[in-house]
């Protein structure tokens, strides 16, 4: 046996998991490609197929697509034990395949219900594949863990069975489960390793026993770990039906975004009466029925998925006759949080022509390159209709920034990003952001010197003793 063997073996025994599984992953953006590093962490034999040729020859030399902390070392060992590889070739992978992961993208689409074309080509393409392929002991497990509105699980299927029928023999076995995913950007490792819960959605008892054993090692929370204590001692799986398991998902996002508007209309009320959202934030957030995360007031939520996905809930709703009023504010109230920024501005400089502003952090979260629904994108351009000249810093999405906005100046060091600046926000609080040198930060600006804080990442009497002018968002 070689070594490489060996050691699984023994890792295995160590675990004592279940025979690893063939998987297959299409899609190795964000969901995919940790998912199937993850995967083959556990032990699995993992292939992540996507259609993007260049992206597989750099994953192929272990170059990572995007920044997420941690993942380059899960891929590189994953590799080395050889049970992670990339493809662009789908069919062999699904006919090698136990387990078949669709992690494809499902952007905004007309009217905002999610687009579901990519997931329809993969889903066909699995058909194909299976239909072209030898006749198999156990059916092909197809999941989905694309976020996808409610009923996808049997368009899914439709989908599959035409693709056999395009490849002339839909005699083929499958069955499809729906397996949402909640990791977060910036520390998508970790959630996956060990998330809250595990959610899988299907109709038959076999496709839940094959998603359990799969995920055995992280439900029995059986694998190696250099974290201790272990942060979990088991993990919840939950089995429902698929429709209840696709909209546990919207459902999930939808909450916390509203947890995120509700906060910001109490930070709005804080500023009419004089009160500190931070201060009742975190009164409120010890009440452990409302708990402390997703309170913080600001400039409101965007990112890959929750404008996305608050959008196709809508949809669904809508799809139905249902006035989804509740979802509707906790849009309106994100907009109107980004025009407070310029009103703040406004208030601050008065006129915004000519007026030079730093924006500070462009990625639309701490840790992550994604610049996807990026609240700093909108406020940049907005600032730069309204003649102002927008300088933007980002530790690790400032290439990318500068293509999707080339009216703004993008530079790789904060301290330039406020040379000069008459004002500056605070659009991601990442932790270098937090710890400004506000000293040198006063020295740099220009007067009146203001600090808009979209995160409340700043403290305002350090700012002020500073010599800088701090307007924070619902803080008196
Ligand atoms: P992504 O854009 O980062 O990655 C999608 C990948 O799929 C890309 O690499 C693309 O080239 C590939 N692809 C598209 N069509 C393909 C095809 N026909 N065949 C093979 N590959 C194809 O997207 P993501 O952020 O990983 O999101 C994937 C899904 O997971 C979405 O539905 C999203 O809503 C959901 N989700 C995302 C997150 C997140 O934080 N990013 C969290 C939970 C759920």
Same mark, same amino acid.
């Given at each position: ?19 690893? !599984? ?28 996507d259609n993007d040729p260049q992206l597989v020859a750099e %994953? ?5 697509? !995007? ?18 590889? !990339? ?17 494809? *993208? ?34 092909? %497990? #197809? ?6 509105p409610v009923g996808s699980g049997d368009y899914v299927s =439709? %989908? ?8 002339? &023999? ?8 729906? &397996? ?13 390793? $060990? ?15 094959? =998603? ?14 250099? $974290? ?17 398991? @696709?909209?546990? +998902?919207?459902?999930?996002?939808a909450f916390l975004a509203t947890k995120i508007s509700f906060? &910001?209309?109490? /930070?709005?009320?804080? @500023? ?7 201060? #009742? ?9 409302? *708990? ?17 996905? #608050? ?7 809508? @799809? ?12 309106? #109230?994100?907009?109107?949080?980004? +025009? ?7 208030? @601050?400089?008065?006129?915004?022509? *000519? ?9 639309? +979260?701490? &840790? ?8 700093? %994108? ?20 400032? +290439? ?11 530079? $790789? ?10 004002? /500056? ?19 740099? =600006? ?31």
């Amino acid at each position: 046996m070689l070594d490489v063997e060996l050691a699984a073996s023994r890792e295995r025994q160590e675990r004592h998991m279940t025979e690893p !599984f063939d998987v297959g992953v299409v899609g190795a953006g964000y969901v995919g490609l940790t998912t199937g590093a993850c995967l083959a962490h556990l032990g699995h034999r993992v292939t992540c197929v996507d259609n993007d040729p260049q992206l597989v020859a750099e %994953l192929g030399e272990c170059r990572m697509p !995007f920044y997420e902390p941690g993942l380059e070392e899960l891929v590189a060992r994953g590799m080395r034990l050889g049970r992670l590889r !990339f493809s662009t070739d789908l069919a062999p992978v699904v006919q090698e395949a136990g387990v078949v992961f669709i992690a494809v *993208g499902t952007p905004q689409g007309n009217g905002g219900s999610a687009d579901l074309s990519g997931v329809g080509a993969v889903a066909r393409g699995i058909g194909r594949a299976l239909s072209e392929g030898e006749s198999r002991e156990r059916p092909l %497990l #197809v999941v989905n863990k694309s976020t996808v509105p409610v009923g996808s699980g049997d368009y899914v299927s =439709m %989908l599959l069975r035409e693709g056999a029928e395009e490849g002339g &023999n839909d005699a083929v076995a499958y069955r499809v489960a729906s &397996n949402p995913e909640f990791l977060r950007e910036g520390s998508a490792i970790y959630d996956s390793l $060990f998330p809250d819960r595990i959610v899988v959605g299907a109709d038959s008892r076999e496709a839940l026993d094959t =998603m359990r054993a799969l995920y055995e090692p992280v439900l029995e929370q059986g694998f190696p770990t250099e $974290f201790d204590p272990r942060p979990k001692v088991a993990v919840p799986f939950v089995t429902t039906d698929p429709a209840s398991a @696709e909209l546990i +998902k919207y459902a999930a996002n939808a909450f916390l975004a509203t947890k995120i508007s509700f906060v &910001n209309e109490v /930070a709005n009320l804080c @500023e009419l009466v004089g009160a500190d959202i931070k201060e #009742v934030s975190a009164g409120m957030g010890l009440d452990e029925r409302i *708990g402390s995360r997703f309170l913080g007031a600001g400039i409101g939520w965007g990112g890959s998925c929750f404008p996305k996905d #608050v959008a196709a809930l809508r949809a669904i709703a809508r @799809e139905y006759d249902y006035e989804p009023a509740l979802l509707d504010a906790t849009v309106a #109230v994100n907009e109107r949080q980004r +025009k407070r920024v310029l009103t703040k501005l406004q208030q @601050e400089l008065h006129t915004l022509k *000519g007026k030079r502003v730093a924006l500070l952090g462009l990625a639309f +979260k701490p &840790n992550t390159d994604d610049l996807r629904g990026a609240p700093s %994108l909108e406020i940049g351009r907005s600032l730069i209709a309204l003649g102002a000249r927008v300088v933007g810093y980002d530790p690790v999405a400032g +290439k990318a920034a500068r293509e999707l906005v080339p009216e703004m100046r993008v530079v $790789f060091d904060p301290y330039e990003a406020l040379k000069e600046a008459h004002a /500056a926000v605070v659009t991601t609080e990442w932790d270098e952001l937090r710890g400004l040198d506000l000293g040198l930060t006063a020295s740099l =600006m220009s007067e009146p010197s203001v600090i808009v804080d979209g995160r409340n990442a700043l403290n305002p009497a350090s700012v002020r003793a500073a010599g800088l002018r701090y307007r924070g968002f619902g803080r008196g």
